[in-house]
């Protein structure tokens, strides 16, 4: 599928705006949940899947340094 310009640009503008909000999570200013919160809302305001490459949500959790189940996300991306 090829990349469209409205596409092309909506996802910079995500990308802009989630690299503030990565900026203040690695101030302290956000929490990774706060973080997690802020990307899910702009991955809708912006059209940008959450099974996107672009969307900045880390495939380890640093919490039991495990990889995240694919039962659920992979699953539900293949779905989509």
Same mark, same amino acid.
């Given at each position: 599928m090829p990349v469209t310009d409205d596409y092309r640009a909506r996802l910079e503008r995500y990308l802009a705006s989630m690299l503030q909000a990565k900026r203040m999570l690695s101030m302290g200013i956000l929490t990774p949940d706060d973080y997690a919160i802020i990307d899910t809302m702009? /991955?809708?305001?912006?059209?940008? %899947?959450?099974?996107?490459?672009?969307? /900045?949500?880390?495939?380890?959790? %640093?919490?039991f340094r495990g990889n995240m189940s694919h039962y659920e996300e992979v699953t539900k991306c293949q779905e989509q």
């Open positions: 702009q /991955g809708e305001k912006f059209g940008i %899947s959450s099974c996107s490459l672009y969307r /900045g949500i880390d495939l380890i959790y %640093s919490g």
